[in-house]
């Protein structure tokens, strides 16, 4: 079972930018895609952002222009660039990784947003 370990959170202001990172266990090309998710309190966990093995993305409409979703395969990470943030990013951002019917997620990550 391959782990994922997500870093790069914390606190930024409204306008500001972040990068998270994702580091995988596992050779990231052996996943079917690899994506960033979050949760709000008292919020459903969304889909933010998506890249499948062969580099096709998929972003949430409230995240394009501003979110970047990329991968390094050399050191098995993907990362999310996350500028022009709001306050209404102020998630726990997850990483997930799927193979087949397998799901691996990551622990989570704090992303606050606020003045």
Do not use: H
Request: glycine share 12%; with cysteine.
């Amino acid at each position: 079972q391959a782990q994922l370990v997500e870093s790069g959170g914390g606190l930024v202001q409204p306008g500001g930018s972040l990068r998270l990172s994702c580091s995988s266990s596992a050779n990231i090309f052996f996943f079917n895609d690899m994506g960033w998710f979050r949760q709000a309190p008292g919020k459903e966990r969304e889909l933010v952002a998506t890249i499948n093995v062969g580099g096709v993305t998929n972003y949430v409409d409230s995240v394009k222009g501003r979110f970047t979703i990329s991968r390094n395969g050399a050191v098995n990470t993907i990362y999310l660039q996350m500028n022009n943030l709001k306050p209404e990013d102020t998630a726990v951002y997850y990483c997930r990784a799927r193979v087949m019917s397998r799901t691996t997620w990551g622990q989570g990550i704090q992303v606050i947003v606020s003045s």
